[in-house]
Each structure stands twice: as C-alpha cells, then as structure tokens.
C-alpha cells in the first residue's frame, strides 16, 4: 500500500512540475535586434538598474505573471537591458558606449537614447517591427494594470485609439 501511494505521490507530483508557469524568454538587445531582422516582431525592452527596488518588484510579479509572459512571449521580442551596463553596442549604424563605466549612476548612451534622456527605472520602450520606438511607458505596474499596455501596443490599437478609451473598455484575463 506505501509503494502505491508513493507511486501516486509522485506521478501527481511529476504532474505538477511540467505544468509549471510560462516564463519570458528574455533576450540580449543584440539577439533581438537579429531576431527582428529575420522575422519581424515587435521588441518590449525592460530597462533596468540593479539597484532599483520596483525593477526587482516588476521581475518578481508582474513579469512572473503566466498571462503576462504568454502575452509578451506570442507578441514580442522581451529584451532586458541593464541601464548602466558597460559594453559597447552598435545599433542602427551608431555605437552606443557607457563613458563613465563602473561610476554609480552612470548610464549607457543607448539607455539615454532609448529612454529619450528620461532616465527613470522601470521603464518600458515598445519598438516597432522595425526598430522605431513607439512609445516609452515609466513606472512599476501590478500585472492587471500592465496587460492592458502590452495589449494597446501588441494589437496596434495605439495606431486606431487613444489610451483612455482603449484602456475603459479592456477587458484583461489577469486575476489578482
């Protein structure tokens, strides 16, 4: 009878592992940037510091929310770009550099440029399938109040509609 139910055990238990959440596959700036070129999608850039404390919060719920990363995985190219990295990046025929590199708060010349010289963490840029910004969205938002962002980009209704009408007559499938 104990090897029967250890059985079940783990079975249901095996079960429950390859049922896990959906997870983003995020992506380096430079794997986006080809992946776009050989079938275009829209790329969602999440830019972030280390020491931001609602980046953190964003990675660990709304991120980790399973109809978030369905979401952004089926409409976008998920790209995870450290404001104060220090590499060098060319993009659109320009090399991007941090010039201060390893000095606190020190940004990278792409974040400057991508964040249009807004230097505030979270922040969000939604490009294009090709690689034109469309908006850039600041800010720490629960996954309820984010879905409707990913949806107004992903589905173009930024193109048709304004954010205030799009956004009243969402209706999301996030539960919290």
Same mark, same amino acid.
């Given at each position: 009878?104990?090897?029967?139910?250890?059985?079940?055990?783990?079975? +249901?238990?095996?079960?429950?592992?390859?049922?896990?959440? %959906?997870?983003?596959? /995020?992506?380096?700036?430079?794997?986006?940037? =080809?992946?776009?070129?050989?079938?275009?999608?829209?790329?969602?850039?999440?830019?972030?510091?280390? /020491?931001? !404390? /609602?980046?953190?919060?964003?990675?660990?719920? +709304?991120?980790?929310?399973?109809?978030?990363?369905?979401?952004? %995985?089926?409409?976008?190219?998920?790209?995870?770009?450290?404001?104060?990295?220090?590499?060098?990046?060319?993009?659109?025929?320009? +090399?991007?550099?941090?010039?201060?590199? !390893?000095?606190?708060? %020190? %940004?990278?010349?792409?974040?400057?440029?991508?964040?249009?010289?807004?230097?505030?963490?979270?922040?969000?840029?939604?490009?294009?399938?090709?690689?034109?910004?469309?908006?850039?969205?600041?800010?720490?938002?629960?996954?309820?109040?984010?879905?409707?962002?990913?949806?107004?980009?992903?589905?173009?209704?930024?193109?048709?509609?304004? /954010?205030?009408?799009?956004?009243?007559?969402?209706? !999301?499938?996030?539960? =919290?």
């Amino acid at each position: 009878m104990k090897r029967i139910l250890l059985f079940i055990f783990l079975i +249901t238990g095996f079960s429950a592992f390859s049922q896990t959440k %959906s997870a983003i596959k /995020w992506l380096s700036f430079q794997e986006a940037v =080809e992946q776009a070129k050989k079938e275009p999608k829209k790329v969602f850039i999440d830019v972030y510091t280390d /020491w931001c !404390g /609602w980046c953190k919060k964003m990675d660990a719920t +709304t991120f980790a929310n399973p109809v978030i990363a369905d979401y952004m %995985s089926k409409n976008y190219y998920a790209v995870k770009f450290d404001a104060e990295r220090s590499d060098t990046l060319v993009f659109l025929d320009r +090399t991007f550099v941090n010039k201060n590199p !390893g000095k606190s708060r %020190s %940004s990278h010349e792409l974040a400057q440029a991508l964040l249009q010289g807004k230097m505030s963490y979270p922040s969000y840029v939604i490009m294009d399938e090709t690689m034109r910004i469309i908006s850039v969205v600041p800010g720490y938002f629960p996954a309820k109040d984010f879905e409707p962002v990913l949806h107004f980009f992903g589905e173009n209704a930024y193109q048709q509609t304004d /954010w205030t009408t799009f956004s009243k007559g969402f209706n !999301g499938t996030v539960k =919290e």
